[in-house]
């Protein structure tokens, strides 16, 4: 059974540093307590009514296990994290000198708090946010100072980034409106917890955000995972992917319905799996320059096909993979077996858009509002910074950032219009 599977890949990714499952809000303060004894929690929304019964529920466990808190709680981020919000979190972390942190929200006010804490702890030595941007730089700061980061706990409560899960961290400076990326083992949460109960109160767009993040984490490792990597990733990703895509209408159709926000759940911690064993690449990539008119999880939706596209000539066998997916989920009518290359990646791209159009989802950036010439300029910018070479490099058509403008223009130009025959390959 595919829900038996995917827990079995979920506690082999995590072991004992992550619980899961409905109800589990109750073990928090055990989990925690190893770490230290002083708290300051981090959490999204105080205030917000749908919130308080979360943040009553972290407290009580907190309390009951013995913990101290370090102060009052403090506001998680808005969303895309941006560097204003990591900055305020960092401040109060500092004033009240926790043993611990727990941060209690979704992807964006946890990658804030990651950001947060590496920064109270090197800001003194390093001030410049935007040194810790790329890969590996915390741990190298750590070394170079012998420190050590502030342990932190997550507590999720909405299936989606997977933020609880990974070494990734995703911030804004909201001035360029551009996304900046951190990758580093040092900001991994070494203990995490999923109640998914909490995700029933969730809006309909955060969960649908959520579950398309979940499937692009799967997709863009799936595609781009080196093949001495493979078979592990194939296993994680596919069962990730048909999780997701099987699920994401039922459970919009029936928010209460524990079975299948478990199914999202296990479904996007996949996606966590998946890019802790490769990385995401293009979709991903350009989704940071897209920010002030898209969520992350509709530009990633919105973006996929078209690099699904571009890719097909160099991943045919893996991409027969994923047609057969959306083939017996519906969305894939024509016979596959006798569609090679770029065909079979245009069929593909038009099953994925096809899931896109069914849940309100744009697949062009023209039906986009606020869309403009600019932000293709943008993204194709922001591909050759040196900060997210990564992405290229994840990506199973070689590209550098001399190919960007001739080779990813013809990709964000095809996605203005849905016009697929225009994306170029290498």
């Known amino acids: 059974m595919m829900r038996d599977l995917a827990i079995q890949l979920i506690r082999e990714f995590k072991g004992n540093n992550y619980l899961f499952g409905n109800g589990c809000i109750k073990e928090l303060g055990k989990h925690t307590a190893p770490l230290g004894k002083r708290v300051s929690i981090v959490a999204l929304s105080l205030g917000k009514t749908w919130a308080k019964p979360v943040h009553d529920a972290v407290l009580k466990s907190i309390q009951n296990a013995g913990l101290t808190l370090a102060g009052e709680m403090i506001n998680g981020a808005a969303p895309n994290a941006p560097y204003e919000d990591v900055f305020r979190i960092c401040s109060e972390i500092k004033k009240q000198k926790p043993d611990v942190v727990v941060s209690v929200g979704a992807g964006s006010s946890i990658d804030a708090t990651k950001a947060a804490i590496a920064y109270s702890v090197l800001s003194d030595k390093y001030p410049d946010l935007n040194d810790y941007f790329g890969m590996g730089y915390i741990t190298k700061m750590l070394q170079e100072t012998n420190r050590k980061l502030i342990p932190m706990v997550v507590v999720q409560v ?149 690099y699904v596209v571009f890719f097909s000539t160099a991943i045919e066998t893996r991409l027969r993979m994923i047609a057969d997916i959306y083939k017996r989920a519906g969305y ?95």
Do not use: W
Request: hydrophobic residues 40%.
């Open 158 to 306: 909405t299936s989606g980034s997977a933020a609880h899960l990974t070494k990734y961290a995703n911030v804004t400076d909201m001035k360029l409106q551009q996304k900046m990326l951190i990758i580093d083992d040092a900001v991994t949460p070494p203990k995490a917890l999923f109640d998914y109960t909490f995700s029933t109160s969730q809006p309909k767009d955060l969960t649908l955000d959520g579950s398309f993040d979940g499937i692009s984490h799967c997709l863009e490792v799936f595609m781009g995972i080196p093949q001495d990597k493979f078979e592990k990733a194939k296993e994680i990703c596919l069962t990730g992917i048909e999780l997701i895509v099987n699920n994401v209408k039922k459970v919009i159709a029936n928010p209460s319905d524990l079975t299948a926000r478990e199914t999202i759940g296990l479904g996007t911690d996949l996606g966590g799996y998946a890019i802790m064993t490769g990385g995401t690449s293009g979709a991903h990539l350009n989704s940071f320059s897209l920010t002030d008119i898209l969520t992350h999880g509709r530009a990633v939706a919105l973006m996929n096909p078209y």
């Open 332 to 426: 894939l009518k024509e016979n596959t077996s006798s569609l090679k290359g770029r065909e079979l990646g245009m069929a593909i791209a038009k099953a994925m858009m096809s899931l896109s159009k069914e849940i309100g989802f744009p697949t062009t950036l023209s039906e986009v509002k606020g869309f403009k010439d600019e932000h293709v300029a943008r993204c194709l910018s922001a591909a050759k910074m040196p900060a997210m070479e990564s992405k290229l490099k994840n990506m199973p058509v070689a590209m550098t950032a001399d190919h960007v403008d001739e080779y990813m223009g013809t990709i964000l130009r095809a996605s203005m219009t849905g016009n697929l025959e225009i994306i170029k390959s290498i």
